[in-house]
């Protein structure tokens, strides 16, 4: 093997379950010929109860100290030994640097949402010092499913009803339960991607690892789904030997795994998972084998580079490198490729080309040849036929710069409605920048024309010094006019696509499922899209627009007139710009990936202000609770997570425009140098030196404009990407095109053989089998009809605005005689003792439970609903508000107009009821009248309190 590497390693210094020092492990890697070996360790566990077994029973010998701790670990423990973890692996990398290069990293456990807020404060801790990450998961319902068989079944079992039986692991057919369980699995993959980002997916497909043999068919679109995230942002996948000392005759991952990978263009990167030296390289011929069987002929390396990553680690450098058995060594003969290699883009250099290399089987060391210049124009040559090369190279190419195009294409697409407002004001753009530009040439001939005592003749017309002050004077008001104008039209127009644009995003997301705003992106992300996003696309359109076009104009006036000035000093000037326009480039590349980050680290901070918000408004409940070092911890880890990208941003701002700034000045200097000694051999004026010096300094001016033109264009891809994402987005429930007249003289409710289950708890099923037939009152009702159906769920939510806004959110127009209608069929009394009555201003949280229930009911009655359906609508009252909430169903029950149909628990709440069915797993286990079901001797009835009841 000639590229030997790991990225995955524990020592028992360290990690319980392991054994050996953690210089013994590196000893071991030296022996064993590694190039690049990766020290990690768990990071620590934040929950007594998610110590491992042998962490709970056994003494924890403490390296530093050699003592023993009988009682065994504590948190305290586990936080401080990942600290020692990280000091001696940095005091080793730096011991044997001239016999192996070490990296230190980490490997994520993540059991709870608050491991992840862990992590972030602990990375933010060791920010430099922890150089990348594997990510992986090893627990599912906060079960370790890694540890023993029995904890994997224990796991699994976990995700299935308790009348299920025991859990089948042999199978080759996965159960209901372990759908979930993989479903679980997955997801938590993704999540823990999008929080952290690891550099290296550790064991991918872990969740199988007592079941090999499982189809994983049931769960693909998560596997892909994935698997596609962590390519699109970088991350390489880990071939593990691990795995074959827990029985696989394949490493981590399985083969269907690699091959998708490969199929979506993604790298891998090879560990063996050591956990103490005697296991350093252990299996690695088989590992090697497993490659070769699997078409790998190229393996990813994972380098420090130069610059901190957004998530405050040092930035990963995958190079595509050598060969690793010395595949393709023979001479090119296929096709060749001359490509710019940009590397202040890295991750977009090597999402782009990495699939490249591999369809075009490019000859060893090639990537020796890049140099880390910011750009450099390298050939290629392939030793794969042409035709194979290019069918494989053409598709992934279009792929990588599809997605930009398109986001282009849409953003001009939203400004088509202000095509005429748009070109009246690039009209005006034009005229003042022509003014602009006529300034230093008529300064220049004006300072030749008086210097030499107004000579007659010497200009097209007489000029005196009134009239060339009052002749510049008109020029600049008509200049000043078309400027006013130009700008009062954009920033109209603009304000009008941003307008459009929140109005549709909005529309979008309120017609989005629920699992899309509870679980992928919240409220806080949809507000940022609305907010922030929407603005910098509306900008990007119009403001930014016409500074590029304002920035063009200038620049190609300017320069013009500068060649017709002197040819010479202008050539002189230009040599500025190539530098200045590569590194525009670059910066602008960078800005646009940073901006995506940036925008999404604000949605993330906009979720951390709603959680503020609702620490605060409970502040006697976190106070009561000391509750308020864990909320700090949660709300900091977020403001972190925008500084560093704001800090990130700044530095490269800095970096770019104060470079750019100093080369103009040194420019100019060499102009005025240079220029003087022209003078003085009277080669040129001094009025047109004035003039050369003045388009020098618009000229500089336009190329920054046009630097930030760029940048602020890449920017608002970036955010239009998200906006985007939003409005294509298909959701899992459409509503219907076609509009139903609901009619009201036949028909029943009928449920046939229905499942349901929520998708963030897919293995709970909420209805299982389920059949009931509901005899109407005279109505028909299907339940897509939303519009014919009133719900009152547990826990109503009300608006701010008046009582009757609120009773009449569903039937705006409604009148006061119908909403105090619905109030009093919903016994809602309080609200004529109020001082405003229905004009009264109430709040989320102005109404006690029972007040805002019956409010709730009054909301829903006023629809007329065909159907009302109240779930658990007396579960959280006390009982005076039960008795009036109970008082009000019993109305809504006598009336003729309405089927109800109540969820619920409590006996009282449904003793009225005609009839009642109750569920007991998601499915039927008794039925009948009130009556008959108390007479039953087999009556599960009193059990209520812990199923479903309608």
């Known amino acids: 093997m000639k590229h030997k590497a790991s990225y995955h390693s524990h020592s028992g210094q360290f990690c319980k379950h392991a054994s050996g020092t953690l210089e013994q492990v590196v000893q071991a890697a030296i022996a064993g010929g590694f190039q690049i070996f990766g020290l990690t360790e768990h990071v620590p566990r934040y929950r007594l109860d998610d110590l491992y077994p042998e962490e709970v029973r056994s003494p924890l010998l403490i390296i530093q100290a050699f003592t023993l701790s009988q009682a065994g670990l ?78 994997f079944e224990r796991a699994v079992a976990s995700f299935q009803g308790p009348s299920n039986g025991a859990v089948i692991i042999a199978q080759e057919t996965p159960s209901p339960a372990h759908i979930a369980f993989l479903n679980e699995y997955f997801d938590a993959q993704l999540r823990l991607m999008e929080r952290i980002r690891p550099e290296v997916i550790g064991h991918f497909d872990l969740c199988r690892l007592y079941t090999p043999g499982l189809s994983l068919q049931p769960v693909w679109s998560r596997i892909e789904r994935n698997v596609r995230y962590a390519i699109d942002y970088g991350a390489a996948f880990e071939l ?13 991952p399985g083969r269907e795994m690699v091959e998708l990978i490969q199929s979506c263009g993604g790298r891998f990167v090879q560990s063996d998972d050591s956990h103490g030296p005697a296991a350093v390289g252990l299996n690695y011929d088989r590992l090697e084998t497993y490659i070769k069987e699997m078409g790998i002929t190229r393996l990813a390396k994972l380098e420090r580079g130069d610059e901190a990553s957004s998530v405050g680690r040092l930035e990963p450098l995958y190079a ?131 210097s030499h005592g107004a000579q007659p003749g010497t200009l097209p017309i007489p000029v005196t010094p009134a009239t060339a002050v009052a002749g510049l004077f008109a020029l600049f008001t008509i200049g000043a006019v078309a400027n006013a104008g130009r700008v009062i039209l954009m920033r109209s127009a603009s304000a009008r696509i941003v307008a459009r644009l ?190 050369l010096l003045m388009y020098t300094a618009y000229v500089g001016g336009s190329l920054s404009m046009l630097s930030s033109f760029f940048s602020s264009l890449m920017k608002g891809l970036g955010a239009s990407e998200r906006i985007f994402q939003l409005l294509q987005r298909e959701p899992a429930i459409r509503n219907s095109s076609t509009e139903f007249q609901v009619q009201r003289d036949y028909g029943d409710i009928k449920f046939d053989n229905v499942s349901f289950s929520y998708p963030s708890r897919p293995g709970a099923h909420i209805l299982r089998g389920f059949s009931m037939n509901i005899k109407g009152k005279g109505d028909s009702v299907a339940l897509v009809w939303r519009s014919a159906i009133g719900i009152v769920p547990q826990d109503p939510v009300l608006f701010s605005g008046t009582i009757a806004e609120n009773i009449a959110y569903g039937c705006p127009e409604a009148t006061l005689d119908e909403i105090q209608s619905a109030a009093r069929l919903a016994n809602c009394d309080f609200v004529w003792d109020m001082p405003h009555e229905f004009d009264t201003q109430i709040g989320r949280d102005s109404l006690s439970g029972g007040q805002r229930q ?21 579960s959280a009252l006390d009982a005076l508000s039960e008795l009036r909430v109970n008082e009000a169903i019993e109305r809504i029950l006598k009336s003729q107009e309405t089927s109800t149909l109540i ?16 569920l007991e797993d998601g499915q039927v286990t008794e039925e009948g009248t009130y009556q008959e079901l108390v007479s039953d001797n087999g009556f599960r009835y009193a059990a209520a309190k812990e199923c479903w009841v309608f």
């Open 74 to 151: 504590t948190l305290i423990d586990l936080s401080s030994t990942f600290d020692q973890f990280v000091e001696e692996a940095h005091r080793l990398k730096a011991a044997y640097a001239n016999q192996i290069t070490l990296l230190v990293g980490l490997e994520t456990e993540y059991i709870t949402d608050n491991d992840l807020d862990q992590l972030d404060i602990l990375l933010d801790r060791h920010a430099g010092r922890i150089e990348y990450v594997v990510g992986s998961v090893h627990h599912c319902n906060g079960i370790p499913i890694d540890f023993d068989k029995p904890n």
């Open 240 to 252: 593990n030997a691990a795995a074959f000392r827990k029985g696989w005759d394949t490493g981590y």
């Open 320 to 450: 595509a490198v050598d060969d690793v058995y010395g595949v393709g060594d023979g001479p090119g003969h296929g096709v060749s490729l001359l490509i710019w290699v940009d590397w202040a883009n890295k991750y977009t250099l090597f999402e782009t080309y990495a699939s490249i290399f591999s369809a075009f089987d490019f000859s060893r060391n090639s990537f020796a040849r890049l140099q880390k210049s910011h750009y450099r124009q390298i050939s290629f040559t392939s030793n794969r036929p042409a035709s194979l090369a290019v069918s494989k190279f053409l598709p992934q190419v279009l792929r990588a710069n599809e997605s930009q195009s398109t986001n282009l294409r849409q953003m001009i697409a939203l400004a088509r409605p202000e095509k005429k407002t748009l070109l009246v004001a690039v009209g005006l753009l034009l005229i003042s920048s022509s003014v602009t530009m006529s300034v230093p040439l008529t300064f220049g001939k004006l300072i030749d024309f008086f």
């Open 502 to 691: 929140r109005s549709v995003t909005y529309s979008s997301a309120l017609r989005q499922d629920i699992e899309f705003l509870e679980r992928s992106a919240g409220p806080g992300d949809v507000v940022s899209r609305l907010n922030a996003d929407a603005y910098i696309v509306g900008d990007s359109l119009t403001g930014n627009l016409s500074d590029g076009l304002r920035a063009l104009t200038t620049a190609t006036i300017g320069l013009s007139l500068m060649f017709y000035i002197s040819p010479t000093l202008t050539a002189l000037m230009l040599a500025i710009v190539p530098p200045v326009s590569l590194g525009a480039f670059a910066y602008g590349r960078y800005l646009k990936r940073l901006s995506n980050r940036t925008q999404e680290g604000l949605g993330e901070m906009t979720k951390a202000c709603g959680v503020a918000n609702e620490a605060l408004s409970a502040v006697r409940t976190v106070q009561a609770f000391t509750a308020a070092p864990r909320e700090e911890v949660r709300f900091n880890a977020k403001v972190s997570e925008v500084k560093s990208l704001a800090i990130k941003e700044a530095r490269a701002a800095a970096l770019f425009f104060g470079a750019t700034g100093w080369s103009g000045n040194v420019v100019v200097l060499g102009l005025l140098a240079y220029g003087g000694s022209l003078v003085s051999r009277g080669l040129i004026s001094v009025g047109d030196l004035t003039s």
């Open 854 to 874: 019956r409010i709730a009911i009054a909301r829903a009655l006023l629809k007329k609903p065909v159907l009302l359906c109240l779930d658990e609508a007396t």
């Open 903 to 918: 969820v619920a628990h409590r006996l009282s709440t449904i003793s009225r009821a005609g009839r009642i069915v109750v």
